[in-house]
């Protein structure tokens, strides 16, 4: 049974923001950043356990996906079967900010 997708609202403004600064320069390749963003977050409904352990965090439950140049952060929720996104996070930005 596949894990169910919670995306936070920061997640949701991290991605908006990211896919408006693209299309300042190129909105074609801000579509397709954004699309590959999504298509990865999807994957991970069938393989939670794809991303690696956020280093900052030092938590087993907290992991990450590089989609260079940004991160994806999200929680592993076993016991209610959901992978919350926290954040999407440029990974100049240094250490991501989680509620």
Do not use: C
Not at 20 to 39: C, H, M, W
Not at 40 to 62: C, I, N, Q, S, T
């Amino acid at each position: 049974m596949a894990f169910a997708i919670i995306w936070s609202s920061r997640s949701l403004d991290d991605l908006e923001g990211i896919v408006r600064f693209i299309t300042r320069d190129n909105p074609e390749k801000a579509a397709q950043f954004g699309y590959r963003l999504v298509s990865k977050v999807d994957l991970l409904a069938e393989f939670p356990a794809m991303g690696r352990m956020v280093p900052e965090h030092k938590r087993a439950d907290v992991r990450e996906l590089i989609v260079r140049p940004s991160r994806i952060v999200y929680q592993v929720r076993e016991s209610e079967r959901t992978i919350a996104i926290a954040r999407i996070w440029h990974a100049a930005r240094g250490k991501p900010e989680l509620d």
